[in-house]
Every structure is written in C-alpha cells, then in structure tokens.
C-alpha cells in the first residue's frame, strides 16, 4: 500500500504513543483505561527500531550503511540507558505522575524532528536488494 509509507507510519506511531501518555495522565486511575494505555504504547513504540533503521539503511546509502546501522544500535543503546536514568531522577524528584507528562514533551519533540527530516531522512531507497523471487 503506498499510502502508508515509512515517513507516515513514523508519524501515525509517535502520535499513538503521544495518545498513549495523554490517557495516562487524564485518567490514570482507570484500570482499564491503563491497560488500553500501555497496549497502545507497546504497539505504537514496538515497530520504531524497524522503521528507524530502514530509514536509516535507506538514506546510508548503499556504501555507508555498514556504518549507519551499528552507530544506530550503539545510540539507540545509548538513548535507553539514558532515559532509565533520567526516568529515575524524574521518578525520584517528581512522582509516576510525571513520567506520562515527560513522555508526551518528548514525544511533541520527535514528532518535530520526524516531520522535518521528511527531505534527507526519509530518502527513496539508495540500497539495491537482491530479488528471491527470479530465483538464485
């Protein structure tokens, strides 16, 4: 389906997940108002390092993306240790109150970034595929 291209699910994603906080941080006392929270978290945020990495694969360009793809592993790695400890102290400092909250800044912040990286991050692809389908 050509509708739904990897620039668009990116989008349609973090505004899943950007729904997701904001009905934690409404109605966070409603059990299953949380349960339906964190599903669509799970599912808005499990496809991100697939369609990250593709974009990323695709505007590498077939000579870097031996390159691209482990200093994405590493800052992806990176990012996740950082947010366990920044989500720690906002924890600590602020109550579970606040991590909805603190999710939806962020997330306001990469929608941004997505949106404008529509040019250069989201490229028509560079790499060159082997068809299985005509056979070895």
Do not use: C
Not at 45 to 57: K, N, R
Not at 76 to 105: C, E, H, K, Y
């Amino acid at each position: 389906m050509a509708l739904l291209r990897h620039p668009l699910l990116v989008l349609v994603s973090l505004i899943g997940f950007a729904s997701a906080s904001l009905l934690l941080v409404f109605n966070s006392t409603n059990i299953i108002v949380v349960f339906l929270s964190v599903a669509m978290w799970g599912l808005t945020f499990g496809g991100s390092a697939t369609l990250l990495q593709t974009a990323l694969a695709q505007a590498a360009g077939e000579y870097a993306v031996d390159i691209a793809i482990p200093m994405s592993a590493t800052v992806w790695n990176l990012a996740i240790s950082g947010g366990g400890m920044v989500g720690g102290i906002i924890l600590d400092m602020r109550g579970a109150q606040s991590i909805p909250w603190t999710l939806f800044i962020i997330i306001i912040v990469a929608l941004v970034v997505s949106w404008g990286a529509k040019k250069h991050g989201f490229v028509k692809s560079q790499v060159k595929y082997l068809d299985i389908s005509e056979g070895v």
